[in-house]
């Protein structure tokens, strides 16, 4: 049976709610598909789904943004609890460190054994630690950076 990227995708995302969501949950995170956040004392780790509008690929992308939000370059002020990845310009995709290239996640791949989409949100819970060393470290400082007062 052939299955559509859009039946795929719906795969996925029962996979996703099965496994990774539990998973980001018990790390802290609020949210929900494509956008979720976990506030720390010093900072809000964001960890974004931006998937292909093409292929069955997605890539996720983590960053940490002030505790007070952000500010866009054009003065636009992002409340804390609706700032995302993209709205931070220092982010990391997922598995990018491990597999030394800009990663993407692959669910369109036919496996013989087992099941893709499971192993694709097993995937991701296998490369938290990636992610977490990333937040934590914070190489773009970008938790202690203060945009510039508005303008009069």
């Given at each position: 049976?052939?299955?559509?990227?859009?039946?795929k995708?719906?795969?996925?995302?029962?996979?996703?709610?099965?496994?990774?969501?539990?998973?980001?949950r018990?790390?802290?995170?609020?949210?929900?598909?494509?956008?979720?956040?976990?506030?720390?004392?010093?900072?809000?780790n964001?960890?974004?789904?931006?998937?292909?509008?093409?292929?069955?690929?997605?890539?996720?992308?983590?960053?940490?943004?002030?505790?007070?939000?952000?500010?866009?370059h054009?003065?636009?002020?992002i409340?804390?609890?609706k700032?995302?990845?993209?709205?931070?310009?220092?982010?990391?995709?997922?598995?990018?460190?491990k597999?030394?290239r800009?990663?993407?996640?692959d669910?369109?791949?036919?496996?013989?054994?087992?099941?893709?989409?499971?192993?694709?949100?097993?995937?991701?819970?296998?490369l938290?630690?990636?992610?977490?060393?990333?937040?934590?470290?914070?190489?773009?400082?970008?938790r202690?950076?203060?945009?510039?007062?508005?303008?009069?």
């Open positions: 049976m052939n299955i559509t990227r859009k039946g995708r719906k795969k996925l995302d029962t996979a996703l709610k099965k496994i990774l969501i539990p998973f980001l018990e790390k802290g995170f609020k949210g929900s598909v494509p956008h979720f956040r976990r506030f720390q004392n010093d900072r809000i964001l960890l974004t789904f931006q998937h292909s509008l093409y292929d069955t690929k997605f890539v996720i992308e983590i960053a940490n943004c002030p505790i007070e939000g952000t500010r866009m054009w003065g636009e002020e409340q804390p609890n700032c995302t990845a993209h709205h931070m310009t220092d982010r990391l995709r997922l598995g990018s460190i597999n030394k800009d990663y993407w996640f669910f369109g791949l036919v496996l013989i054994v087992g099941d893709v989409y499971s192993k694709t949100a097993n995937e991701i819970i296998s938290w630690n990636e992610a977490e060393n990333w937040w934590k470290e914070d190489p773009y400082k970008q202690f950076y203060k945009w510039p007062e508005k303008a009069p």
